[in-house]
């Protein structure tokens, strides 16, 4: 998954790049404003991905796990629930 992350983020930006030439054909928007969408998503990975392996190499050492994750806590599920 983070290999995911890293090629989302590292490709993601010469995709934007490649956007930043182009122009959509009817709206005539410039194609980067959604071409842009892709090392976004790479990086928003990162910090989760984070959490979960610090989660996973103490659960590997056997230290006591603390208070669950954002994720675990419902976090992402409430927003989810906002959306509908």
């Given at each position: 998954?983070?290999?995911?992350?890293?090629?989302?983020?590292w490709f993601g930006?010469?995709?934007?790049?490649?956007?930043?030439?182009?122009?959509?054909?009817?709206?005539?928007?410039?194609?980067?404003?959604?071409?842009?969408?892709?090392?976004?998503?790479?990086?928003?990975?990162?910090?989760?991905?984070?959490?979960?392996?610090?989660?996973?190499?103490?659960?590997?050492?056997?230290?006591?796990?603390?208070?669950?994750?954002?994720?675990?806590?419902?976090?992402?599920?409430?927003?989810?629930?906002?959306?509908?």
């Amino acid at each position: 998954m983070a290999l995911m992350a890293l090629v989302f983020s590292w490709f993601g930006i010469e995709f934007a790049r490649f956007g930043l030439a182009q122009k959509a054909e009817m709206s005539r928007i410039n194609l980067a404003s959604s071409y842009i969408s892709f090392p976004v998503t790479g990086l928003s990975w990162t910090p989760v991905l984070a959490e979960r392996l610090v989660e996973d190499f103490r659960g590997m050492l056997g230290k006591e796990e603390g208070n669950d994750s954002w994720v675990r806590q419902g976090w992402f599920w409430c927003s989810l629930a906002l959306l509908e």
